[in-house]
């Protein structure tokens, strides 16, 4: 059995996973697809890359993330049924995300989250020392967000899927009753709540794109995480949160329900209810660990070539 990992080159979560996955399982993966038993497309935007004669001789399983079925028309209807005609099993990483793709197809679905990177993603105990790197007080109350919140065509309107106007809806109510609070950025495109924090007089600091290392000694300085989006796949972030044992709060989206305690998931109108619970979260995620967490996708590999 050897398995093909279709390439995307755009700098994202998914081409870590690409490379970690190569990393520690050469064995049974190989990047020329004419060698390939099974093309795992990893990134289906960008399935018609893959030449179609693959695709109709050797077994197909195909990841999607989520669904925003807000935007989903005719024209993205239309290229899921014709990339659907060669998909023999579907991969998504939640169980909600189960749920939609349910909706559009009869053919298998499973899930299994990502793993996580734990020589990346780890608890670092000098939390005091690790605040003053950064020029930060130790009485400072840290929110965290990672992942954009603009959309990419004009770089000014929120991509709500993600809830930025959630967040700075929230973020303004706790620095109404706490004015230490300041907020970390990370990540691309980060437009929209930096525009806002500004308005508003929030302070913030905004790492645009720091390197793996840097992101994990974010999480470890922040008091809170927080998750608003609306739709998700995962995010990654949960389970880097979890690991390093980060306090986090999430709206019921992607892995946060599998992940996080039933607390620390959120509805709006009871948010100032919601707990974390890092020694829930950091427990469930022992699971996904590297390389324990390759071994559900290894079962389903083999399932669909039909290797016992």
Not at 16 to 38: F, M
Not at 152 to 163: E, M, N, T, V, W
Not at 209 to 222: D, F, G, T
Not at 230 to 255: D, F, H, M, N, Y
Request: aromatic letters at 12%.
């Amino acid at each position: 059995m050897k398995i093909y990992l279709s390439k995307i080159n755009e700098s994202w979560i998914v081409d870590r996973v690409r490379e970690e996955w190569y990393k520690h399982n050469s064995p049974i993966s190989t990047e020329k697809i004419k060698e390939a038993d099974i093309i795992w497309i990893i990134a289906p935007w960008v399935w018609k890359k893959i030449p179609k004669r693959h695709l109709k001789n050797k077994k197909v399983i195909c990841s999607y993330y989520h669904f925003d079925f807000e935007k989903f028309g005719n024209k993205e209807r239309e290229n899921f049924y014709n990339l659907d005609q060669y998909v023999d099993e579907y991969h998504v990483i939640s169980e909600l995300s189960k749920e939609q793709l349910a909706t559009l197809t009869n053919k298998k679905i499973t899930s299994i989250p990502f793993w996580v990177n734990q020589e990346i993603w780890f608890e670092i105990e000098e939390k005091e020392e690790l605040r003053k790197s950064f020029d930060l007080s130790v009485d400072d109350y840290l929110v965290g967000s990672f992942q954009r919140d603009t959309e990419g065509h004009d770089l000014i309107s929120p991509k709500l899927i993600k809830g930025p106007d959630i967040f700075l809806d929230l973020v303004k109510s706790m620095y109404r009753e706490n004015k230490k609070l300041k907020v970390i950025l990370s990540g691309k495109r980060r437009n929209y709540i930096i525009k806002n924090l500004k308005e508003e007089g929030i302070p913030f600091r905004y790492f645009e794109m720091a390197p793996l290392e840097v992101v994990n000694k974010l999480y470890n300085i922040l008091d809170l995480y927080l998750v608003t989006s609306r739709v998700e796949g995962g995010p990654q972030a949960i389970l880097e949160c979890a690991l390093s044992k980060t306090p986090i709060l999430s709206t019921r989206v992607g892995v946060a329900p599998e992940l996080l305690h039933p607390d620390a998931v959120f509805d709006l109108k009871q948010f100032t209810k919601a707990k974390f619970n890092i020694d829930y979260a950091y427990e469930q995620v022992q699971k996904y660990l590297i390389p324990q967490g390759f071994t559900k996708f290894i079962e389903l590999f083999k399932s669909v070539s039909n290797e016992s």
